[in-house]
C-alpha cells in the first residue's frame, strides 16, 4: 500500500494585537533595546535600512537606530554605517544600507541588472565602463565627481557619461558603495570592498531568495504575502517559488482580511511565535521610511493609521504636512508630528493626535527628539485639536 502524505501541522492562528506585539518586537520596537549592538546591531536585525535625501530632524538613516536605541550620538550614527567595511550600499526595498553580510544574498539582482543591460534608459559605451574601472583600480574609491562629473547639465536626470558607467557598475556588482562623503557615494571595487569570503560566494537565484525572505520574516515577525515581497522588492512568484523552504510558519490572523473577508495567508518567524513579545514600548517619532511603517497597506492594517509621505503632495493639498512623522506610544501609533528646525528650536508645524489621553507621551517624544538634534526648545505651530494646547504647552515647560 502507499503510504498516505503526512498530515501537515496545524495553521497557527494570532490576534491581531498578537500579531502587532511581534511586528514591534521584531522591529527592536518592544523589549529592552541591545545598545551593546547599537546601530550595526538595528541595521543586522532589520536587514535593511532605507536611504532618502530629506533630511528634517536629521536624513532618515539616522532616524532609524534613534527610534530604537534612543539618543545615541549622530557622528556615531554615520561611523557605523559608512567607511567600516560593515555595510554597504544596494537596490533593496529602495536605495538602502545593507549588511555586509548580505553581499551574497543580492547576486540575483546584479544578475538580473546584467542581463537587462541598459539601465534607466541610459546608453554607454564599453570604453567608458572599462575606463571608470580602470580608474578605480589605479586610483581608489573615489566620487562621481572625482570620476569627472555627475552631469551633463543641471537637471538631475542627465547624467555625465561617467556617471552612468559608475552607477551601471553598481548595480552589476562590478563596484560597491560602502561609504558617503557629504552625501556624494564613494565608489570602490567590489573586489577590493567586500571580504574574499563574502565576494566570492555565487549563490542561485533560489538560494538568495529563501535567505531573502527568511530575513525578511524574522524582521517583520508576522508578514502577509504583499508585505515578504515588499520588503525587499521582490516578486510575487520569486516569493512563491521559496517560501516553503524558508522556515517561516504559516499563519492566520485574525482582521487581517480586507472589507471582512477571509484574512490573507500570512507566515511568522517561529523564534517570534516561542517568545512572549514582552517589555518596555519605545515612545518615539518615526520616520516615514522606518521599515516599521513604510508600507501603506501593512500600516493600516497592523496600527489602523492611513498614513502616506506628503513632501511630493502640493502643499495646499497636504493634510499633515511635508514629512509627517507617526508617533510611536505604548505599541500604538498615537497620532503626527510635522517637523522642522528653526536655529535651537525644534518646530511641529503641525501636530494631530489619535488618542488624547497620550498627550504626556507626545510631549516626551517632541523633547526627547529636540534633545538629539541639539534644540533647547520646542515649539507648536497647529494642533488639529487647539483645546490641547495649554496642557501640552505646560508639559513641553517641565523640566
Not at 561611523?79 to 551574497?104: D, K, N, Q, R
Not at 494631530?352 to 517632541?366: H, I, M, N, T, Y
Request: with cysteine; hydrophobic share 40%.
Amino acid at each position: 500500500m502507499t503510504a498516505a502524505p503526512p498530515t501537515p501541522p496545524p495553521t497557527v492562528t494570532l490576534s491581531a494585537d498578537e500579531a502587532r506585539r511581534i511586528a514591534l518586537r521584531a522591529q527592536g520596537l518592544l523589549g529592552a533595546p541591545d545598545r551593546r549592538g547599537g546601530t550595526r546591531g538595528v541595521l543586522r536585525r532589520l536587514g535593511a535600512v532605507q536611504l532618502d535625501t530629506i533630511s528634517v530632524l536629521a536624513r532618515s538613516h539616522e532616524l532609524i537606530p534613534y527610534a530604537r536605541l534612543g539618543a545615541v550620538g549622530r557622528p556615531t550614527v554615520e561611523s557605523a554605517y559608512w567607511g567600516t567595511g560593515a555595510s554597504f550600499e544596494y537596490w533593496s526595498h529602495a536605495a538602502c544600507i545593507l549588511p555586509v553580510e548580505e553581499w551574497p544574498l543580492f547576486a540575483f539582482r546584479r544578475r538580473a541588472y546584467r542581463e537587462r543591460g541598459n539601465l534607466w534608459n541610459h546608453q554607454v559605451s564599453p570604453e567608458a565602463y572599462h575606463g571608470v574601472l580602470a580608474r578605480l583600480r589605479a586610483e581608489g574609491p573615489l566620487t562621481s565627481t572625482e570620476l569627472g562629473g555627475a552631469k551633463r547639465t543641471a537637471e538631475w536626470w542627465d547624467w555625465s557619461d561617467t556617471k552612468i558607467a559608475v552607477e551601471r557598475a553598481l548595480a552589476f556588482g562590478d563596484v560597491v558603495c560602502t561609504e558617503r562623503r557629504s552625501w556624494k557615494r564613494v565608489y570602490r571595487l567590489a573586489e577590493q570592498a567586500i571580504p574574499a569570503d563574502l565576494h566570492g560566494q555565487e549563490l542561485t537565484d533560489r538560494e538568495c531568495l529563501t535567505r531573502l525572505v527568511r530575513q525578511a520574516g524574522q524582521a517583520l515577525g508576522v508578514a502577509t504575502r504583499a508585505d515578504l515581497t515588499d520588503y525587499h522588492r521582490i516578486r510575487a512568484d520569486q516569493l512563491d517559488a521559496v517560501v516553503a523552504d524558508c522556515g517561516l510558519v504559516p499563519v492566520t490572523v485574525a482582521g487581517w482580511g480586507a472589507g471582512g473577508a477571509e484574512p490573507a495567508p500570512a507566515w511568522a518567524d517561529p523564534t517570534a511565535l516561542a517568545t512572549e513579545p514582552r517589555g518596555r514600548h519605545r515612545t518615539t517619532l518615526l520616520s516615514p521610511f522606518d521599515s516599521l511603517v513604510w508600507d501603506r497597506a501593512r500600516t493600516e492594517r497592523i496600527f489602523g493609521m492611513a498614513h502616506r509621505l506628503e513632501a511630493y503632495t502640493p502643499k495646499e493639498k497636504r493634510v499633515h504636512g511635508y514629512f509627517a512623522m507617526p508617533v510611536l506610544a505604548g505599541g500604538r501609533l498615537i497620532g503626527r508630528v510635522d517637523p522642522a528646525r528653526e536655529g535651537a528650536t525644534l518646530v511641529a508645524r503641525r501636530v494631530s493626535l489619535d488618542v488624547p489621553a497620550q498627550l504626556p507621551a507626545l510631549a516626551r517624544a517632541l523633547r526627547e527628539a529636540a534633545d538629539w538634534v541639539g534644540c533647547s526648545a520646542v515649539r507648536v505651530e497647529a494642533l488639529a485639536d487647539e483645546s490641547l494646547r495649554p496642557a501640552l504647552t505646560a508639559l513641553l515647560a517641565q523640566d
